[in-house]
């Protein structure tokens, strides 16, 4: 199936990128900070903190975009409760634009919305994805903070968003299997895709100390790479309160404010909050996703 952006009679993978000047800020804007949420290993929450951190930065009164790129398998409008009427398939056939399809949430919080169950939304790669990202040059929302929810794992389509952020937060478990996946995928992410700079996120452990020896043995794992900067972002504690907020169709931060895990994802939504933008493009879609969020026109050129 072909890829299409709306008004354009090209397929995406007909474009190449093309200049490379800096991008400017527009004006009265700061730039936007995007961040990609990912993990090496599926069933320790990333979706969950990836909602509760955007809802958390949002009720700090970021304006905050929640991009679910998990691409095919989307569940971020039904952990919210919310109903969308229309997904990126849609955009990526050129039946709509990118702004017509965001939902709104709690706090203001703005979404855009995935589709489920589309086998070839989970095959797509760097060029769709490029696509994708492309389509934020027709939205008008004004926000100063992207967040990406990409699928698990390692894909062309992971590695594009993660790429093209400016953070990357990844989530690991203290069990073997998460921890060697999220270590694999920082180092393909460094090797392949010259992802520089990662936070660690601890998920779904008991205590503050636990997080810390897990954080411990991810430093041991990575002694070698001397060019990789990692650094511990925080945990979020194992807690019964998440999957009840789940049963409810609620963030946690919403449903219950005053539980541990809660109360962390609060801090982890101010921690975030304070970290510096970054102004400069580290990767081409970086570049991309820099300039159009910005509303900048971007010079592209068609192969031959």
Known sequence: MGVFLRGNSMLVSDFKLGSRRCPQTA?????VRTIAVT???GGIGKTNIAVNLALGMAKDGARVMLLDADLGMANVDVLLGLHARSSLLNVLRGE?????IVIHGPDDLMIVPAASGIKHLTELGTAECAG??????ELKHHIDTL???????MSECVASFCAASSEVIVIVGNEPASLKDGIALIKLLHAEYGVARFHVLASMVQTAREGDELFA???????ERHDVLVSY????????ALHRAVLHHQAVVDAFPRSRSAMALRNLARRVGGWPRQNSPRGHLEFFIERLLHQNNVEMEVTS
């Not at 004006?27 to 730039?31: F, I, L, T």
């Not at 709509?96 to 017509?100: A, D, M, N, Q, S």
């Not at 043995?217 to 002694?223: E, G, P, V």
């Open 27 to 31: 004006s009265g804007h700061g730039p």
């Open 39 to 41: 993990s090496g290993k």
């Open 96 to 100: 709509l634009r990118l702004e017509e």
């Open 132 to 137: 994708i990202v492309r389509a934020f040059s």
């Open 147 to 153: 967040i990406i929810d990409t699928a698990t794992g």
């Open 217 to 223: 043995k991810i430093l041991d794992l990575l002694a």
């Open 233 to 240: 972002t925080g945990f979020v504690p194992y807690d019964d």
